[in-house]
């Protein structure tokens, strides 16, 4: 491992006091779970099953900061590839969400030559599969799995659930994913800087209530939100400001709401 190299990456992404010290604090960070991580490796058993960080997630913050492979924790690396395939080929294991990895080595674990391949190849397995483009992003669903590709940084995140909506363009690519993923039809307005409205309608839904779409949480997220009904067909109207000083808006804030609409799609079906 060669991890102190990193330690100005990390407290780039830190910014929590002022640059030097959050340079420091970095520097002790790893250099703690330096440590930490080369006893938790040679205890080959306990590194597979019971990680000494949770859920690996030293291994996953140092993929996110742009740490080199080689540079990583071995052992540890090779068991979250190891994870990682189980779980998207096999669907055994823990279940994985917001988990990094470098774009190459996802390929290579799943033995896809590219992202091309990787598409044709699980569009052939899953039953519903679903992609954007725009840049360098490049946003996958198959079935209950979401991938976030991000090129320019060569990283991928699986099943990004609590990955920050932050900008326009995340927002507006991750509703039109789930629109095509739950055959709903939605459509997003810039309102304003951070200020946007998703607007998704209801044709061919039972009429949902508002607390059968979100629940408390994840309803605090939206700025507001409205149903508007009339003659079976009607929308849902909601509001969100990113960076607005409350929790952030993240990635699964979107996916139940889009959940919650298509069990209203099915429902109305069923009778």
Same mark, same amino acid.
């Given at each position: 491992?060669?991890?102190?190299k990193h330690a100005?990456?990390?407290?780039a992404r830190?910014?929590l ?10 520097k002790e ?6 440590a930490r991580?080369?006893?938790c490796q040679?205890?080959?058993l306990g590194?597979?099953v019971?990680p ?12 996110e ?7 990583l924790?071995s052992?540890?690396?090779s068991?979250y ?6 779980f998207?080929?096999e669907r ?6 917001d988990?990094r ?5 996802f390929?290579?674990t799943?033995?896809?030559?590219s992202?091309?391949h990787?598409?044709s ?8 599969? #679903?992609?954007?483009q725009e840049?360098n992003? @490049? ?5 209950d $799995?979401?991938?976030?590709? /991000?090129f %320019?940084r060569g990283i991928?995140?699986v099943?990004?659930?609590?990955h920050?909506?932050?900008?326009y363009q ?9 629109s095509?993923?739950? #055959?709903i039809?939605?459509s997003v307005?810039? @309102?304003?800087?951070?200020?946007w409205? $998703?607007?998704i309608?209801? /044709?061919? %839904?039972k ?6 779409l979100?629940d408390d949480?994840?309803?605090?997220k ?5 149903i508007?009904?009339?003659n079976?067909?009607g929308?849902v ?8 000083g ?11 709401l889009f959940?919650?609409?298509s ?9």
């Open positions: 491992m060669k991890l102190k100005d990456d990390l407290a830190m910014e006091l002022d640059l030097p010290a959050d340079s420091q604090l970095a960070i790893i250099e703690l779970y330096e991580c080369r006893d040679e205890d080959r590194c597979t019971r000494a960080c949770e859920n690996r997630n030293f291994l996953n913050m140092l993929i900061i742009g740490v080199e492979p080689e540079d924790p052992f540890c690396y068991q590839l190891e994870q990682v395939k189980r998207i080929l055994k294991g823990r279940g994985m969400i988990r990895l470098q774009t190459k080595d390929l290579s799943l033995r896809v030559s992202i091309k990787f598409l190849r699980f569009k052939k397995i899953w039953t519903n599969t #679903s992609d954007v840049d992003i @490049m946003l996958v669903a198959g079935d $799995l979401i991938f976030h590709f /991000d %320019a991928v995140i099943n990004p659930r609590h920050e909506v932050d900008t995340v927002f507006r690519m991750y509703v039109a994913l789930l095509k993923h739950y #055959s039809n939605a307005s810039d @309102m304003a800087t951070n200020w409205l $998703l607007t309608e209801l /044709d061919g %839904a009429p949902p209530k508002e607390g059968s979100l949480n994840t309803r605090e939206y700025e507001d939100l409205h508007d009904m009339a079976g067909s929308h109207e909601a509001e969100v400001i990113s960076n607005g409350g929790s952030p808006f993240e990635v699964t804030d979107l996916v139940t959940e919650g609409i069990k209203s799609k099915r429902r109305k079906k069923t009778k």
